[in-house]
């Protein structure tokens, strides 16, 4: 569970600086909701890369995420703001399981 946290304040750490110093900014506020984001995704499998939960149980709990970030995006932003914020996490999470399924274990955490 600490790796999962400092992944996840890593990866929002990183995401924030490079696109809010190098790759243009849309403004501070939802650099950091995109950054939120992908620190999410890199925290969220992590924190899922485990034998105890199923694949059922790792897409709920990925979608449910993803529900959320659109539904706070769409809240504080609006939707239009919110939908990359799902792009952002979903690619993350799959590239997370996609780098895993090149190991032998199938598991980053290994």
Request: net charge positive; proline share 1%.
């Amino acid at each position: 569970m600490q790796r999962a946290l400092s992944y996840f304040l890593l990866g929002t750490a990183i995401s924030f600086l490079l696109n809010y110093f190098l790759l243009g900014s849309q403004g501070w506020k939802l650099e950091l909701f995109y950054g939120i984001a992908f620190g999410l995704a890199w925290g969220i499998a992590y924190f899922l890369d485990d034998e105890k939960f199923t694949l059922a149980k790792k897409f709920i709990i990925s979608f449910a995420a993803m529900g959320l970030m659109v539904l706070v995006g769409a809240l504080i932003f609006d939707l239009e703001k919110a939908v990359p914020s799902v792009i952002k996490f979903s690619t993350v999470f799959v590239a997370y399981y996609l780098i895993a399924s090149f190991r032998s274990s199938n598991s980053l955490r290994k």
